[in-house]
């Protein structure tokens, strides 16, 4: 499949499903038989240590990586083999694991790109700038030279640009201070709250447990426990443990 004609519908049911997804690099499978169920307008979180196969999940969720078996669905409809660009156009936005943001361009230039989406160049700057006016200071600086706390904000301000039905998230708080984290996940919370479908992917699973309605446990490859924070508490530590 090449191109999708319309937006997603969030009305009834679940917004992302994955069913049975295997996947993996080189024949090596590192992702086996997972299923997921993400409602319209909750955050979720999926979590689990290093190594459990999340980051591959989330990238077959944008179609950024083809699954070996299994169905990627939208609003009930089937999308494996789209282009990431025509989930874009679906109302699907990933901000990936790293800074996610181009270096050897400014920050007014980073944001123009999110121009792509149809939404004007002086609106994104002004909702950017208004949540996280650090980056209104460092306009015309190189990306690459920001902190990594001002490259994540980037990253997030450039993605809920395009106003996005569906954000996935990865690994947001990697190597950042814990006010930063703080503010960052405040800017989540916003977002959910304005109606936005939020995935987050996250190795420290009490970042976020917290701020979830729902979260999936991964280790080796598969969900080994999903539902209320409160219900994966104990499935959670036994994943870290690595006694499962």
């Known amino acids: 499949m090449s191109t999708l004609a319309a937006p997603v519908e969030t009305a009834l049911g679940p917004i992302l499903e994955l ?24 955050i ?7 190594g459990a196969g999340k980051s591959t999940t989330v990238a077959v969720a944008a179609c950024l990586h083809a699954p070996t078996a299994g169905d990627v669905l939208l609003g009930g409809r089937v999308v494996n ?29 980073n944001l123009w790109l999110a121009t792509h989406a149809g939404v004007a160049l002086d609106e994104i700057e002004s909702r ?12 015309a600086q190189l990306a690459g030279t920001l902190s990594g706390g001002e490259q994540q904000m980037l990253a997030l301000a450039r993605a809920v640009a ?15 201070a814990p006010v930063i984290i703080a503010e960052l996940y405040g800017f989540i919370r916003e977002i959910a709250s ?9 190795q420290f699973a009490r970042t976020v447990l917290g701020l979830a309605d729902r979260a999936a ?9 999903a539902g209320r924070p409160d219900e994966v ?8 443990l690595g006694a499962l």
Do not use: W
């Not at 024949?27 to 319209?40: A, F, H, K, Q, Y």
């Not at 874009?88 to 694991?97: A, D, S, T, Y």
């Not at 446990?217 to 426990?225: H, L, P």
């Open 19 to 42: 069913r049975g997804i295997h996947a993996g690099y080189h024949g090596i499978e590192v992702v086996s038989g997972v299923d997921l169920s993400v409602l319209p307008g909750e």
């Open 44 to 50: 979720y979180a999926l979590v689990g240590p290093n």
């Open 81 to 109: 083999g789209a282009r990431p660009q025509d989930l874009c156009h679906l109302g699907v936005c990933l901000v990936p694991e790293g800074r996610s943001v181009f270096p050897n361009l400014s920050v007014h230039e």
């Open 128 to 139: 950017a700038y208004g949540r996280f006016p650090v980056l209104g200071t460092r306009r």
């Open 162 to 176: 395009v106003n996005p039905a569906v954000l996935l998230v990865d690994e947001l708080s990697m190597g950042l």
């Open 194 to 202: 304005a109606g936005v479908t939020v995935v987050l992917v996250e």
């Open 217 to 225: 446990v991964m280790s080796n490859g598969k969900i080994v426990g």
């Open 233 to 240: 508490e104990g499935v959670l530590e036994a994943a870290y």
